[in-house]
């Protein structure tokens, strides 16, 4: 009995034209991550179980893919542990591997490992997959592809200023307009906790704000107050979710707001110098917005943080992300390295395109010319030619069999093919081919030379 | 205690140059597929744990790499199993997921579940990662990269004919020269086994004969004699082994010696069709050579096989093989669909060509050219001309310090960079840039449009 073929919860097979359009994407991303001077670098799909573990808190640590260890892999383990069914100390005795969770922590890993080759700052971007044993939903996938770009070994906010511009020009060339980035900086939300008294919770202050959207703000305070914020503390937060204005007002209102607290006003001086080396730059797609209650759940960012909202009317989680962390690659025993950087989500971007209809239409699968294959001895003079037109550029394929006439038809017309060539008797006699427009229909007897010129004009 | 980051045996971190390298050696092979009428997919990386297992016999089910099931996964668990600690029956109910191993099984498995989409014949190509808890050695790793190209749909042996040209093409873009291909057809094979009387061991025979090359004809007989195959017929392979002459004569000589053999004479009727179509085409790179050794371990082959020697002087295994199937569909329920195919081994063919030297100096990572920080004036100076660079398609980036001259010059040196700006005081006051010429010292005051004309010409 034969399997019915499926495969895993949440993965997907691509299909020629699918892969066609990831790679329009991922090649005009790459195309900017290196016009801005990244260089690539690329990472195993899977690393030790303790490089992954403890990095992504407990909920990282669950939906990390652990390997099975091969051969007798239970020859060591505790047989109390067996018997208790006790998965978690188990795990570690059964798997030495794990399958990536995302590509910054094995990106802190490759620069600690590699620190003496490497010459700092070291921009690098890496577009690679990852894997998280999460829920599937729309969106989200336990296998997709992250494209990052990040700089290691300089706190400069020129970097910041640059990462932005990197944004606009990847949405612009991709065509998607009207995007929002969202700006804010990690210190501002420090000064805010400070400031209402809650500097100890920063953590369980930052966790909760960061829920915002998803839940709204009535549930966000309600959490605070259940992680032992004060309920005062909680109140002053009014004004702050109800800030308006433009960028330079919302700046001017928290810098007021937040002038007791010093590391507040280094925040807002990163911003304002952000925004100042931007006032001649003409923004081609997206619009920048100071969102002062944008927290982003991980804890290692420390400055400026970001996250790409997709144009209004796409319903869409976030597109992109990224921040400044001062002290990544700590965990791997590389201190004071300061970093930034910012991460495309590929697969959000696919459906955004796919809704707006933004792939251009020469984004396809299939070849430019099929010859259409009338016999043995047909083909053998037709196999000439191939080689010719492949040689000039042209995609070119024999149907290989001499099958019915309307059946290579079909295959063309279902492959899109522009155009179909024709060579029976009377063209090898000529020592020509006949070209068919499969979109007007027009045919014309030419020579292979002027076929092979019109097709590469 | 921080932790010393490693990676796991057998996987590897791949460095901007080499990622640029490897970048180079994919869009060749991609460029070729493409100009030959194949379209990408792409797979998971996991599949179920049943759609490989018992695929690839008993040492390719333990080369597998096994995920863990998340969250309690013990829960259902025989605890006799565990008490017994036995793998074999523990590992299908705590793992359902599995790497894949190679391209071909999911691929199968993908013309099956994806058969009511897709346009038969199907020529797709496939360039991915492959995972086996093999013993790391040179050229052979736990990750890897395999490059495939297949044509389901089809039994005609034009297929074969393209395939030796897309080898040669591909190679010859690439630069090496001298590699052999080995062609045999498994029918021939099938044919010296009646010859011999040894038709009912056929597999046996077929394993045997395919490690010729690694422990040579006097291992070979004994292994075939320890499977029960007669001395006598051992004895007539003699002649088979020391077979020597061109392409043609070896074909004659084996034509008369399996004259009794239908299967065999028909393995030798689709060699003459190969080298008939062949015999005006000029090959570039390649040799074709007949192996009537030539076995391939795999079982699933059933007509031509392929295998592609690397240059002479090259300690290298096979850098690409291939060949046809008969029915590798079945096994997922779509009986009857012949195919065929050939895959590049991408991490061997970088090794050939780094030993070569077959890269070009154009392949390589870092910008076009370095702006200099001399402080946040000048640096806001140059914010607005590296757009413009950016524009023209020049990778560009801006030194993210105003740090010390030499620190920013030898960051430059070592990065390779081939131009630098320099724009200080005057060049400001004048609107204009200083160009240094890395190599040549030579610099030069310039506008910046005269710099982005000279670094596009």
Redesign the interface.
């Known amino acids: 009995m034969?399997?019915?073929?499926?495969?895993?919860k949440g993965?997907?097979?691509?299909?020629?034209l699918e892969?066609?359009r990831?790679?329009y994407i991922m090649n005009i991303i790459r195309k900017?991550f290196?016009?801005?001077?990244f260089?690539?670098?690329?990472?195993?799909?899977?690393?030790?179980y303790?490089?992954l573990m403890g990095k992504y808190g407990d909920e990282g640590d669950?939906?990390i893919?652990?390997?099975?260890n091969?051969?007798?892999?239970?020859?060591k383990?505790d047989?109390k542990v067996?018997?208790d069914?006790?998965?978690q100390k188990?795990?570690p005795s059964?798997?030495?591997?794990a399958?990536k969770y995302d590509l910054t922590v094995p990106f802190a890993?490759?620069v600690?490992?590699?620190q003496n080759?490497i010459?700092f700052?070291f921009?690098?971007y890496q577009m690679q997959?990852v894997?998280r044993?999460d829920r599937p939903q729309k969106g989200r996938f336990r296998?997709f592809t992250q494209c990052d770009a990040d700089?290691v070994g300089?706190d400069?906010l020129?970097?910041e200023?640059?990462l932005i511009?990197l944004y606009d020009?990847v949405f612009n060339d991709l065509g998607i307009q009207g995007a929002t980035i969202k700006i804010n900086n990690r210190k501002i939300l420090a000064g805010i906790a400070q400031m209402i008294g809650a500097s100890d919770k920063l953590i369980d202050f930052t966790v909760a704000l960061d829920k915002l959207d998803k839940i709204g703000q009535e549930k966000v305070k309600q959490e605070m107050l259940e992680k032992g914020i004060s309920n005062d503390a909680v109140e002053a937060l009014t004004p702050i979710f109800s800030l308006s204005g433009s960028y330079d007002d919302k700046l001017a209102t928290m810098k007021e707001l937040l002038k007791d607290s010093a590391e507040g006003l280094k925040g807002i001086e990163e911003l304002e110098f952000i925004q100042n080396?931007l006032k001649?730059?003409n923004f081609k797609s997206v619009t920048l917005d100071l969102d002062i209650t944008l927290a982003r759940g991980l804890n290692y960012y420390t400055g400026c943080i970001f996250e790409v909202a997709a144009p209004q009317g796409v319903k869409m989680g976030s597109i992109a992300a990224g921040g400044r962390y001062d002290d990544l690659t700590?965990?791997?025993?590389l201190k004071d390295v300061s970093g930034v950087g910012i991460s495309f989500g590929l697969d959000r971007i696919y459906l955004v395109m796919e809704q707006l209809e933004l792939f251009p239409d020469t984004v396809r699968?299939?070849?430019d010319v099929l010859f259409i294959?009338f016999g043995e001895r047909e083909?053998?003079y037709c196999?000439?030619w191939?080689?010719r037109f492949?040689e000039s550029?042209?995609?070119?394929?024999?149907?290989?069999?001499s099958a019915k006439m309307k059946k290579q038809m079909t295959?063309a017309d279902?492959?899109e093919i522009p155009y179909v060539i024709l060579a029976g008797e009377n063209e090898i006699a000529d020592g020509k081919l006949n070209l068919k427009n499969m979109r007007t229909g027009e045919q014309q007897q030419l020579t292979p030379e002027d076929i092979i010129t019109k097709l590469t004009d």
């Open positions: 034969a399997q019915k073929p499926s495969i895993p993965t997907r097979d691509f299909s020629p892969v066609q990831r790679q900017h290196e016009l801005f001077g260089m690539p670098i690329e990472t195993p799909s899977f690393e030790n303790g490089t669950r939906l893919f652990k390997i099975l091969s051969g007798e892999y239970l020859k383990a047989p067996l018997e069914k006790n998965e188990l795990t059964i798997s030495e591997k399958l890993r490759y600690v490992q590699h080759e010459n700052p921009k690098r997959n894997y044993a296998e700089v300089s400069s020129l970097q200023v640059e511009q020009n080396l001649d730059y700590g965990i791997f025993g699968a299939g070849v294959n083909a053998a196999v000439g191939l080689s492949r550029g042209i995609k070119t394929e024999l149907y290989p069999e295959y279902r492959n």
